[in-house]
């Protein structure tokens, strides 16, 4: 495709090339710092709720009405204000244009546009801390009747404010996702077809669908709560008697609320690992030095998934009550999603067999992811059954899946991706050692955290209390397992520091990568600068004449071809330099 | 916006805006979900009667839609602008009579706290009027490049999208205003009725 190059847009100043740019890439840096400043805060307040629990009573600035702050602030955070900005926000920028060969987003002011109203979002959000009565405390569920009744913390300001953030956030998640699905289907390099798209863009994409179908049922729920604390309407609100006096509400439905909470929030789910598939399917390959297994079927797996998860939103709501056919309905949809989703773990792990697997950083978060997204969602298959889940439902056992399904998971997969591609974006690597020693602490250290909470779960344990004396059915090995996981949850805590550090440090003197480091196929890592300058691609877009995946082709010291060498190229010259840079303390 | 974008931009941005209206239409959609199930609780009163300023205001957008569309198909820079004039000119008066109407409703004392029939009324009503808002913003950068002297080829690009993005309006408006009227209970038992 043909550019204007007096149109080129080139930033002339340091504020717009590093401020109030429209360059994708640093805007997927803007929204990866600010994901990531906004997840540490998150895992802070996590500490801090493990701090009660491990030691309940010896800090005692954590009252009641903080910890339920605390986990309501932790989980929006790291659902909607990390894990989903930073994977289409982050990820969605960077790699689309780059892995389709495109010079940026097709509206890039709109691009930037959705990275500030991000950034006032969760300034917003931020704001709940200093409001009076603090943020809300209702849970990241936000259910009414409580969450807007007096009782709950932060009732006075806080749920107003969290409503406005997240209505905000709606606000940027759509202008980005509209950028990502237009970029996707009008800016391919030509030879890109959809089925030589890498799966990181498939995941990406499809996720984006989902955030532009499921997001404006979260918007139509918060818009409505608004209403009902702000302006006295009764959409939600029943008739209530608080503390005494009759409420002006009468007749809402509560149940309403959750229905439209969960058709937003399953499909949330995938939101997050929809694209953590993608980028695993991608870290696998390339790492393995292997074709993914099956990339037709992996494609097909992410557009059924997300389907699927438009129609099993009421398995989070067994409890509420239904009617035992919508019951048998829902459990059955939601058991077909282990199909398409089995169907990947299995051409992961073939990809893996007898692959040229090299144990890498990001190999090594892949891996891990693996492990936690098939314990993750083996729990998963017991939740789905309502009689299973009733029993286990507000349990520890519902805590300890969905961490380890959509919490550890898709932050594995996150870290993998920025340690895969963080050559490409800094033009540095960094250092291998800490890299592992992150990789370990933080693989290993989950699972001491949240595996042990399945058998609080079964316990009996549940979830969402402040303290636990005096419940005879719960031992007191169970204190002694929850300070255990406080402890631990402090170390992996203190470990991203580690991560924080390797980065920056590296971004500045870390040694410099060369323009594909990990010997990739895929076309980011065929720009001519390293990193890629504004537009990406110089003056000639590149051609696409294959898929990403076409590893095991030995060639002299190569033994990939690129996307974008063509078959007259293959046969004159081998596809990579002879030479490649291998990132310090890789097995050769 | 810069022309980073490829060549065949304008297929971007009608893609884009139909991307935009699913999104819409699916944000209008689950709205009316929600009535439908909170109408199905006993203390649900339908709105007694249509305040006939939004039969004016129908009148208004439909006429805002035909503008843009003859701006679309303007000959000339002066006639591209009288169909922005009249597009943006009929969609604040469309704004205007909304207005009026939630005048209307008040002066019956049908108020947003009152029965959640008037509570989805303002609420819906409300957000169509925020959507026409945001069109006007974007016809505002159409007449910021009208005054810059921008390619007539262009200009109606642009005007096309507003068309496209105002008929979409309308067709919204017109099922939110049946929504709204015509979806009440009797209405619900009526079908069922026949259906049975």
Redesign the interface.
């Known amino acids: ?4 190059t007096d ?3 080139e930033p002339q100043s340091w504020w717009t090339k590093y401020v109030w740019s ?1 360059d994708h890439k640093v805007i997927a840096v803007q929204y990866t710092i600010t994901a990531i400043v906004v997840g540490l805060l998150g895992m802070v307040l996590s500490d801090l709720m493990r701090l009660q629990l491990g030691f309940p009573g010896r800090f005692a600035f954590i009252d009641p009405a903080r910890y339920y702050q605390f986990i309501t602030m932790h989980g929006m955070i790291m659902v909607i204000y990390l894990l989903t900005a930073l994977f289409l926000g982050g990820f969605g920028n960077y790699l689309i244009p780059l892995m389709l060969g ?3 987003m ?5 691009n930037m546009l959705s990275y500030w109203t991000y950034l006032l979002a969760v300034l917003i959000l931020l704001a709940s801390f200093f409001v009076p009565g603090g943020p809300t405390g209702a849970g990241w569920t936000l259910y009414p009747p409580q969450a807007i009744l007096p009782g709950t913390p932060g009732v006075e300001w806080g749920i107003v404010v969290m409503l406005v953030s997240l209505v905000v956030f709606i606000v940027a998640t ?1 202008m980005g ?3 990502y ?2 970029t996707v ?3 391919r390099a030509q030879g890109m077809t959809l089925m030589r798209m890498p799966l990181s863009v498939w995941g990406i994409f499809v996720a984006t669908i989902l955030a ?2 499921a997001f ?2 979260l ?2 729920s918060g ?2 709560m608004l ?1 009902d604390k702000a ?5 939600f609100m029943p008739a209530v008697v608080s503390m005494g006096q009759h409420l ?1 509400h ?4 509560p149940l ?1 609320f959750q ?2 909470f969960w ?1 937003f929030g399953h499909p949330e789910v995938y939101i997050v690992a929809l694209p953590a598939f993608g980028i695993i399917s991608d870290l696998v390959s390339v790492h393995a030095r292997k074709c993914i297994f099956g990339y037709r079927m992996m494609v097909w797996a992410i557009v059924i998934i997300g389907g699927l998860s438009f129609v099993v939103w009421a398995h989070h709501m067994y409890v509420s009550g239904m009617h035992p056919l919508f019951g048998f309905f829902f459990a059955t949809t939601t058991l077909i999603i282990a199909v398409p989703t089995a169907l990947k773990v299995y051409n992961w792990t073939l990809t893996l067999w007898r692959g040229d697997i090299h144990l890498t950083v990001p190999m090594l978060f892949a891996i891990g992811f693996i492990s936690t997204f098939v314990i993750g969602g083996l729990t998963g298959l017991f939740l789905g059954n309502v009689s299973v889940d009733i029993p286990l439902s507000n349990t520890y056992f519902v805590v300890a899946h969905f961490h380890m399904v959509m919490g550890v998971s898709p932050v594995l997969a996150v870290f993998g991706g920025l340690y895969h591609w963080y050559p490409k974006v800094s033009g540095r690597l960094y250092n291998d050692t800490l890299g592992r020693l992150h990789f370990w602490i933080t693989f290993v250290g989950t699972y001491l955290i949240f595996f042990p909470m399945h058998y609080l779960g079964i316990l009996g344990m549940p979830r969402r209390y402040y303290a636990y004396e005096n419940y005879a059915f719960i031992p007191q090995s169970a204190q002694t397992l929850n300070a255990f996981i406080t402890v631990m949850a402090l170390i992996v805590g203190v470990a991203q520091l580690l991560f924080i550090y390797n980065l920056a440090w590296s971004t500045f003197k870390g040694p410099r990568a060369g323009p594909n480091p990990w010997r990739a196929a895929s076309l980011e890592w065929y720009t001519p600068d390293t990193p890629p300058k504004h ?1 990406n691609w110089g003056p000639a877009l590149p051609v696409v004449f294959r898929g990403p995946y076409d590893y095991g082709h030995q060639e002299g010291a190569s033994d990939f071809i690129a996307q974008n060498i063509g078959p007259e190229q293959q046969e004159e010259a081998p596809a990579v330099p002879a030479a490649i840079p291998v990132p310090r303390g890789e097995p050769t | 916006m810069s022309a980073l974008a490829p060549a065949g931009r304008a297929s971007a941005a009608t893609v884009g805006l139909r991307v935009f209206m699913a999104v819409v239409s699916t944000l209008f959609f689950l709205f009316s979900i929600a009535f439908l199930m909170r109408m199905a609780v006993d203390d649900w009163r339908a709105l007694p009667r249509v305040p006939w300023q939004l039969w004016l205001s129908s009148a208004l957008l439909a006429g805002a839609g035909i503008a843009w569309s003859a701006a679309a198909r303007a000959a000339t820079q002066a006639a591209l602008l009288r169909g922005w004039a009249a597009g943006c000119g009929l969609s604040l008066l469309f704004l205007a009579a909304q207005l009026w109407a939630w005048q209307a409703m008040l002066a019956l004392n049908l108020r947003v706290d009152g029965n959640p029939a008037n509570s989805f009324f303002y609420l819906i009503t409300g957000l169509h009027g925020v959507h026409v808002v945001g069109g006007l913003a974007a016809a505002g950068v159409l007449g910021l490049r009208l005054l810059r002297g921008a390619p007539l080829a262009r200009l109606r690009d642009t005007a096309a999208l507003c068309a496209h993005y105002w008929h979409f309006l309308l067709v919204l408006w017109l099922a939110m205003f049946a929504l709204l009227f015509l979806v009440t209970p009797d209405f619900i038992q009526l079908c069922s009725n026949l259906l049975r």
């Open positions: 495709m043909a550019y204007a149109h080129l847009h429209q495109a010079r940026d097709v509206f890039p002011y709109m759509t996702g509209l950028n699905v237009t289907l009008q800016a532009l179908l404006p049922a918007f139509v818009v409505m209403f302006l006295g309407t009764s959409f002006g009468k007749g809402g439905s309403l229905h439209l058709f537009g």
